[in-house]
């Protein structure tokens, strides 16, 4: 089964959260067009379902909500990457390092 399976099978609520065919198609152009992509799996706060964070080998990443821990976990299977809990691993340094860039450029775009 592909992604487009996985997302649309039962109700959002039964998967644990709401996906749509949208998001799993961003997640996967998204992994496809970076290099060394892992995925990061969050849980469900009081505000937010099941997210996964992809993480790129630069420190690039995007986050999105997906069917809960199982559907996290097929995507990192569809996808062939892996697949971490982030309560357990926490976020790796490179995603920190990129924020840290980030912040520097957009300062230095803003006082220029």
């Given at each position: 089964?592909?992604?487009?399976g996985?997302f649309?099978?039962?109700?959002?609520?039964q998967?644990?959260?709401?996906?749509?065919?949208?998001?799993?198609?961003?997640?996967?152009?998204?992994?496809?067009?970076?290099?060394?992509?892992?995925a990061f799996?969050?849980?469900?706060?009081?505000?937010?379902?099941?997210?996964?964070?992809l993480?790129?080998?630069?420190?690039?990443?995007?986050?999105r909500?997906?069917?809960?821990?199982?559907?996290?976990?097929?995507?990192g299977?569809d996808?062939?990457?892996?697949?971490?809990?982030?309560?357990k691993?926490g976020?790796?340094q490179?995603m920190?390092?990129?924020?840290?860039?980030?912040?520097?450029?957009?300062?230095r775009?803003?006082?220029?």
């Amino acid at each position: 089964m592909g992604l487009r399976g996985w997302f649309s099978r039962g109700s959002a609520r039964q998967r644990g959260g709401r996906t749509s065919g949208a998001d799993a198609r961003y997640l996967a152009d998204w992994a496809r067009s970076h290099v060394g992509v892992e995925a990061f799996v969050e849980p469900r706060t009081t505000v937010t379902p099941v997210t996964v964070v992809l993480v790129a080998a630069d420190g690039e990443w995007t986050r999105r909500a997906v069917g809960g821990e199982r559907g996290a976990r097929k995507l990192g299977e569809d996808l062939r990457i892996p697949v971490y809990d982030v309560r357990k691993t926490g976020y790796p340094q490179r995603m920190r390092d990129h924020d840290a860039r980030q912040r520097i450029l957009r300062k230095r775009a803003r006082e220029a």
